[in-house]
């Protein structure tokens, strides 16, 4: 079967730690995947998507980053957490006209 | 560019009301519309879609419909539960360089009162 895994389900970090959220795909290869913040009273901003390995693209300057190390994990980083970086991060597997999303990471930097 | 605007909530409603949450578009092509549903605690889930105009979608007793004249997809529930509580986010899906861009409205939180 074709799921999504997205873990972890929340996270408690200070200013300044590092940060790493991990996105699985299983039961298909070569997906599209997406990053996604909602951040409060917002909706959903697009932070990354990505085509295949090694392939992402930044659709908003900020403080978190990337990467494709293999084909059905995506992964979402930072060096430094912000204050701002606070929110609720969804990853997401487009399939055909639709997605399929992850069950969310919930970040509170304190 | 493409955009969603959604009515702002909190919604609260008695068991068994109607429900309408108001989403009107912005987008320069033929997007494909959406609703999606975040329960307490959980991810995002497809509730429906409609990819032309005069489409309706429906799932669990919720309506919408594309209106391409009036740039519109309403959701509409006739008798709303108490398990109905979440977040509801209208979205719009447009071709792009990337295949195919989500836009979002802000999401409509939804409390249903026994």
Same mark, same amino acid.
């Given at each position: 079967?074709?799921?999504?895994?997205? !873990?972890?389900?929340?996270?408690?970090?200070?200013?300044?730690?590092?940060?790493?959220?991990?996105?699985?795909?299983?039961?298909?290869?070569? #997906?599209?995947?997406? !990053?996604?913040?909602?951040?409060?009273?917002?909706? *959903?901003?697009?932070?990354?998507?990505?085509?295949?390995?090694?392939?992402?693209?930044?659709?908003?300057?900020?403080?978190?980053?990337?990467?494709?190390?293999?084909?059905?994990?995506?992964?979402?980083?930072?060096?430094?957490?912000?204050?701002?970086?606070?929110?609720?991060?969804?990853?997401? !597997?487009?399939?055909?006209?639709?997605?399929?999303?992850?069950?969310?990471?919930?970040?509170?930097?304190? | 560019? +493409?955009?969603?605007?959604?009515?702002?909530?909190?919604?609260? *409603?008695?068991?068994?009301?109607? *429900?309408?949450?108001?989403?009107?578009?912005?987008?320069?092509?033929? #997007?494909?519309?959406? !609703?999606?549903?975040?329960?307490?605690?959980?991810?995002?889930?497809?509730?429906?879609?409609?990819?032309?105009?005069? +489409?309706?979608?429906?799932?669990?007793?919720?309506?919408?419909?594309?209106?391409?004249?009036?740039?519109?997809?309403?959701?509409?529930?006739?008798?709303?539960?108490?398990?109905?509580?979440?977040?509801?986010?209208?979205?719009?899906? +447009?071709?792009?360089?990337?295949?195919?861009?989500?836009?979002?409205?802000?999401?409509?939180?939804?409390?249903?009162?026994?």
């Amino acid at each position: 079967s074709q799921t999504i895994h997205q !873990w972890p389900a929340t996270l408690v970090q200070p200013v300044g730690s590092p940060l790493s959220l991990e996105c699985t795909v299983e039961g298909t290869s070569n #997906p599209n995947l997406y !990053w996604y913040r909602q951040a409060a009273g917002r909706g *959903l901003q697009l932070l990354f998507y990505s085509v295949g390995i090694g392939q992402i693209s930044s659709e908003v300057p900020q403080n978190l980053s990337a990467s494709r190390p293999q084909d059905r994990q995506f992964i979402l980083s930072s060096k430094k957490l912000l204050l701002s970086d606070s929110g609720f991060y969804l990853c997401a !597997w487009r399939r055909g006209n639709g997605y399929t999303f992850g069950s969310g990471t919930r970040l509170t930097v304190v | 560019g +493409d955009s969603v605007t959604q009515m702002e909530g909190p919604v609260t *409603l008695s068991e068994e009301a109607f *429900l309408t949450i108001n989403c009107t578009y912005t987008a320069t092509g033929y #997007p494909s519309l959406f !609703w999606y549903v975040q329960y307490p605690g959980e991810g995002l889930q497809l509730l429906l879609k409609a990819t032309k105009a005069d +489409d309706k979608g429906s799932n669990k007793g919720f309506e919408a419909t594309y209106r391409k004249e009036t740039t519109s997809f309403h959701l509409e529930k006739g008798s709303v539960q108490v398990s109905d509580s979440a977040v509801y986010f209208c979205a719009l899906s +447009d071709r792009d360089a990337s295949g195919n861009q989500f836009y979002f409205g802000t999401g409509t939180s939804l409390t249903v009162i026994p």
